[in-house]
């Protein structure tokens, strides 16, 4: 007996010294990995770029998002006035209109995203780690949500419960999480069998601090990849909303609100679809490439 | 495998009984009732449509009644197609959605795995970059963009195609659509395809076949493809979930007569007995495409036992 | 478009015997015609039912328009025409007797009948049929109201067949306007043997019976309704139309872009701001003319802020519904400063005295306005509106006005339809979004929108000396006396500012330049497709 206690405190003490298992140069080895993708820098900067015009760019320009004018009604992109993107159909400033629309797109994206990933890994680690029907019942439950037609009971939502802001993020993340609760729920699996989880448990620590304390941390990796592909689908998602007439209030915007607004004149005023199209897509082509770069940096066996 | 496949047909019941609850809760709960319309109508004449539509009951007895039909296989009479049942409706919408998202979804897949393979042999060559990039386009940009301009292409400019519109299974009206779905889909299914062939072909077997000095062609083809595949075929049972989603934006944009048309004029008329028609048609749908993927994996591997 | 008055003023004896040839498609002379004579026209909407009893949307009357016929119809100009009847006379202010033509036949050959007439009004005032219009037409029928709220036997309605050939219909107060009325197809025919035989069925192609111009061909939801010409209508030799297809696009763009690439005849209703673009672009194709229904805001009259009739007004009188109709909507549409639109019958136009005023005057005295009110720049209203480009741009521009005029800070709540009619059918708003058109050419049909206790009237505002007028009006058998007595009471009433009247709308839309007999004097928009013929192009 006195043996395997001994044995039992030297893997916890091991474990807990050194709390993710790879330790901290494979963090290292993927940081040089990840900086050595060149498509994937160049996204993250242009990312950064986009988000940072996003977040200080209104404060600087000379029109207010909100402002109509009725002398500078679809403006073609000009110089005059600093109508750098043009005027929309009611003359208001599109450049400010489309850099406000990214605030609320970014804002959802990644609001949505955490809320998603943080439900998804809550879910996910908890059915995983306790197992037996726990975990049954749980997966039946995002079993159950996979087959849950998402964009109708998403316009029924959004229809029921106003379309303020914080509602579109909760509606998206309700159908955003059971990828990751999945994803999740594997990795503890074979997580918890490893022997300084098995430790922990046999010394008494209790299941919520061993799900939070050692098995979460661990799975940082995937959750990492992961999120990069949760958040171009989140604001895709927030744009079919908003195609479909569920989008933010006026005279507040957001990219997909401001597509819609543009695919109807895209003949006469190409520029009231093309720049917020533009910045959406550039984000979203830069979203993906940030994560296939992290996938190939914290994964190596994929390479 | 058959009291697996018998279990997990079992299994749907639940599920759809779930589904079913919070859907017609949410349905009652949404403001606005189906007969809310421009001109008011008189409390009596309400009151007649009330009860008409078994809308004067209480709530759980609306809820039985409609699981009762629905046992009889009844999704009951639509009230946005006053002269329709539900049952005509889906049957007469299901076949043009399902033609047009599994012909695409089968395009897809040969576009998608070729583009996949040939960026995956020739990794970080200029050719990888260009077809992922083109197939990246497929992801980012929204189908509510792509969809007008393409009718604005092939319908405006170049009169080649109508630019919307159903005739009765006329090829013609179906290749916009279909070229749509397929640009959305070839993406997701090349970037798998990639990925997974690359891992393979960097697994040891594969390493073996070289040493052997077998041909490139014959290794991939004889050795790398079907392990390559796996992943490709668990994408293709959430792709096919998102056609039937896909298809509400697509349908709009070329104004078809599918599923996804009858899904937004429900939802948008109150037309109780029509979306939970649906949402009973695509949950079951989304249960046997899933069943269906299952099985074709536990084919491809021959290590998945059930 | 007065001209629909002279029908329906003289109470003593109408006729309109006018011979089979004359209500033919209106050729110019030497028109020459397609070998093709088939139509691609745009119906806004799949329609809800083909059942004339049902039948509640523009698209829906559209085609029961086609493929029935009633005591009279109304022709491209939009005045009341022979239909089955042949003629008819009030014979004493509550009574009128239509006489049927002799040849109207069912699609199936057998004769159109008075009994038929009898059994579809019946039909559609018994609470069973439940139609969302019954109420709406049952006023102008003796016992109809009571029928439909099942208060009466369905016998009660005041329809009877004197012989087969004659009709009598008995109204509860004197409705001089009642043969524009009776073109309704809600109060048109119905073939019982067929109901019977089908139940529910009946309006599905090869089952139904219509005794119009035309009959169902096939009808695929969501994607076409096909109608052909009828071989048993009393008056083939007069319709030119072999074939036509309606198609239920609701998107605007969509409608337009199917026009564009040659899949469609007739483009249902342009989208928002793009007539001035088309009208450069395709001047042979576009087609806009006035119509007889008003865009308007309703004000919430029971709100705490809106129950001052000082703000309301302050709120109506800065709008500059010029610049609006010119800029924004940029479709022809006339600003409008009542409730009566123009073109319609039984009441004059009426405007405030400030639609005169220069702009300054105005903002300067709904300043006042808003002072005495209490109310103070910076202050809130909340504007309620469904979820339509249309309706964005004109609140916004709205919200603009106040704004910029007013100081008044507006918040913008956009919904879904279904939605916004609850809120405002339940009085939980303070503006919102309203519009009307007319179900039939007299005046009565606009001033539901503002009268103590009515369905329609969202504004929960009431005038009793208005009401008053208005009871007096329709007791009058005077037109002249009656209309004299709805227009004081349709200036009274908007005295109160009970809500904002913006713009009488338009239909701007295109119709391809071969489509013959589309006239823009047809106020009420109603197109039978027994008038159009193709040219040859």
Same mark, same amino acid.
């Given at each position: ?12 003490? #091991? ?47 000379? %029109? ?18 600093? %109508? ?94 059971? $990828? ?9 699996? #074979? ?9 922990? %448990? ?6 919520? #601090? ?50 819609? $607004? ?33 996938? $190939? ?7 | ?38 001109? =008011? ?35 009951? !009479? ?121 891992? @393979? ?9 070289? !040493? =052997? ?12 493809? =079907? ?7 668990? @994408? ?31 939802? !948008? ?9 649906? @949402? ?22 021959? =290590?998945?036992?059930? | ?20 040839? *004359? ?14 004579? /088939? ?29 029935? /016929? ?19 006379? +009030? ?55 009571? &029928? ?46 067929? &109901? ?66 040659? /899949? ?39 709100? *705490? ?75 809130? &209203? ?54 009307? &058109? ?12 503002? +009268? ?15 009401? /008053? ?69």
């Amino acid at each position: 007996m006195t043996a395997k206690r001994t044995t039992l405190s030297d893997t916890l003490s #091991a474990a807990l010294d050194n709390p993710s298992v790879r330790g901290r140069s494979p963090w290292r080895d993927a940081r040089e990995r990840f900086f050595r993708n060149k498509a994937a820098v160049a996204s993250l900067v242009l990312l950064a770029l986009i988000t940072l015009a996003c977040v200080f760019g209104p404060m600087l320009l000379p %029109h207010s998002y909100e402002d109509t004018d009725w002398d500078a009604m679809s403006l073609g992109p000009t110089l005059v006035n600093w %109508h750098l993107f043009g005027t929309d159909e009611l003359g208001r400033d599109l450049l400010v209109r489309c850099l406000i629309g990214g605030r609320i797109s970014l804002t959802v994206g990644v609001l949505a995203t955490l809320a998603s990933v943080t439900l998804g890994i809550a879910w996910g680690a908890t059915a995983g780690f306790i197992g037996g029907k726990v975990d049954t019942v749980m997966m039946r439950i995002v079993d159950m949500m996979y087959a849950v037609p998402y964009l109708l009971i998403a316009i029924l939502m959004v229809t029921l419960l106003g379309r303020e802001f914080y509602l579109v993020v909760l509606t998206i993340t309700v159908f955003s999480w059971m $990828d990751m609760a999945r994803v999740v729920r594997g990795q503890t699996l #074979a997580i918890k069998s490893r022997e300084y989880i098995e430790a922990a %448990h046999a010394i008494g620590v209790s299941t919520p #601090a061993i799900i939070f304390r050692h098995i979460v941390p661990n799975l940082l990796g995937i959750v990492v990849i992961y999120t990069t592909v949760t958040v171009p689908g989140v604001i895709l998602t927030e744009s079919v909303l908003s195609f479909l007439g569920l989008g933010v209030q006026e005279p507040m915007t957001s990219w997909g609100v401001l597509i819609e $607004d543009g695919t109807g004149v895209m003949e006469s005023t190409p520029w009231i679809l093309l720049f917020p199209a533009l910045l959406l897509s550039l984000t979203l082509y830069s979203a993906n490439y940030i994560g296939d770069g992290l996938r $190939d940096a914290l994964d190596p066996k994929d390479r | 495998m058959w009291s697996y496949t018998f279990r997990r047909v079992l299994m749907t019941i639940p599920t759809l009984l779930a589904v079913i609850t919070v859907c017609y809760l949410l349905l009652h709960l949404t403001p606005g009732g189906p007969f809310d319309s421009e001109r =008011k109508v008189s409390a009596a004449v309400l009151a007649n449509l009330q009860a008409k539509y078994h809308l004067d009951l209480p709530l759980w007895q609306q809820y039985l009644y409609y699981l009762k039909s629905l046992l009889q296989g009844d999704l009951g !009479a639509s009230f946005r197609y006053a002269d329709w049942s539900v049952n005509d409706l889906v049957a007469k919408a299901l076949p043009v959605s399902a033609t047009i998202g599994g012909l695409s979804l089968l395009l897809s897949l040969l576009i998608g795995v070729t583009l996949g393979t040939f960026a995956a042999l020739r990794q970080n060559s200029a050719v990888d970059y260009l077809v992922m990039l083109l197939g990246n386009i497929g992801s980012v940009v929204p189908s509510f963009v792509m969809g007008p301009v393409l009718i604005l292409i092939f319908a405006i400019w170049l009169p080649w195609l109508p630019a919307g519109g159903w005739m009765d299974f006329d090829v013609r009206y179906m290749l916009l659509p279909m070229a749509l779905l397929t640009f959305i889909n070839v993406s997701t299914i090349g970037r798998v395809m990639r990925g997974s062939l690359i891992e @393979v072909m960097s697994s040891n077997f594969i390493r073996t076949a070289r !040493a =052997k000095g077998l041909p490139t062609r014959t290794i991939v083809l004889r050795h790398a493809f =079907k392990p390559a595949l796996m992943p490709v075929v668990s @994408v293709l049972g959430p792709l096919a979930i998102s056609s039937i989603t896909a298809a509400i934006v697509t349908e709009s944009v070329f104004s078809l007569p599918g599923i996804g048309k009858l899904i937004v004029n429900g939802a !948008a008329n109150r037309d109780y007995t029509l979306v939970l028609g649906l @949402v009973v048609l695509i949950t079951v749908l989304t249960v046997l495409i899933n069943l269906l993927v299952d099985l074709a994996y536990a084919w491809l591997d021959p =290590k998945i036992r059930y | 478009m007065r001209k629909t008055t002279v029908l329906s003023t003289i109470a003593s004896s109408v006729l309109l015997a006018l011979a089979g040839h *004359a209500m033919a498609a209106k050729m110019p002379a030497g028109t020459q015609l397609a070998a093709k004579q /088939e139509l691609i026209r745009n119906n806004g909407s799949e329609p809800e039912s083909l059942d004339p009893a049902l039948a509640e949307s523009v698209g829906a009357n559209n085609l029961t328009r086609d493929l029935f /016929e009633g005591l009279t119809a109304t022709d491209a100009d939009g005045k009341v025409v022979p239909g089955v009847a042949e003629s008819w006379k +009030q014979t004493d202010p509550t009574t009128w007797v239509f006489k049927l033509r002799k040849n109207a036949k069912w699609s199936n050959g057998t004769p159109v009948v008075a009994a038929d007439f009898v059994y579809g009004w019946q039909r559609f005032l018994d609470p069973k049929t439940a139609s969302p219009y019954a109420s709406t037409y049952g006023v102008f029928v003796l016992n109809g109201l009571e &029928v439909s709220e099942g208060k009466k036997p369905v016998s009660a309605v005041g329809i009877r067949a004197v012989d087969p050939y004659t009709v009598e219909v008995k109204t509860p107060y004197p409705v001089s306007f009642l043969p524009d009325v009776v073109s309704n197809l809600n109060l048109g025919p119905v073939n019982k043997a067929a &109901v019977d035989k089908f139940g529910k069925d009946w309006t599905k192609p090869g089952k139904l019976v219509s005794n119009g111009a035309f009959m169902l061909k096939d009808w695929q939801v969501n994607s076409k309704v096909v109608i052909e010409k009828n071989p048993q209508y009393w008056d083939k030799g007069n319709v030119q139309l072999g074939k036509v297809t309606y198609l239920p696009v609701e998107d605007g763009f969509a409608d337009v872009k199917l026009y564009q690439s040659g /899949e469609n005849d007739w483009v249902y209703q342009l989208p928002p701001a793009t007539y001035e673009k088309y009208k450069k672009e395709m001047p042979k194709d576009i087609r806009n003319a006035p119509m007889l229904g008003l865009r308007y805001y309703s004000f919430n009259n029971k709100d *705490a802020l809106m129950k001052d009739k000082r703000v309301r007004q302050a709120l109506s009188m800065v709008i500059d519904r010029d610049l609006l109709a010119q800029k924004i909507t940029a479709d022809g549409q006339v600003p409008a400063y009542g409730v009566i639109v123009r073109g319609v019958s039984g009441a004059d136009v009426t405007a405030y005295e400030w639609s005169k005023w220069p702009m300054a005057k105005r903002v300067e005295e709904a300043k006042k306005l808003l002072a005495a009110a209490g109310v103070k720049p910076g202050a809130k &209203v909340k504007f309620t509106y469904n979820t339509s480009e249309y309706h964005k741009k004109m609140a916004l521009f709205a919200a603009s006005e106040w704004k910029s005029k007013l100081g008044l800070d507006t918040e913008m709540e956009s919904m879904e339809f279904k939605v916004l009619l609850k809120k405002r059918h339940d009085g939980d708003f303070q503006i919102a979004r309203n519009g009307w &058109v007319a179900d039939y050419n007299d005046a009565t049909t606009f001033l539901t929108l503002v +009268q103590c206790g009515s369905d329609q009237n969202d504004n929960g505002n009431c005038n009793q000396k208005a009401e /008053e007028l208005i009871k007096q009006g329709n007791q009058s058998t005077d037109p002249a006396k009656r209309k004299q007595l709805l227009t004081q009471a349709a200036k009274l009433v908007m005295d109160d500012y009970p809500m904002l009247p913006l713009l009488q709308y338009t239909v701007p839309r295109l119709v391809k330049p071969y489509v013959g007999g589309y006239s823009t004097k047809n106020p009420m928009d109603r197109y039978r497709s027994k008038d159009l013929y193709i040219i040859k192009h």
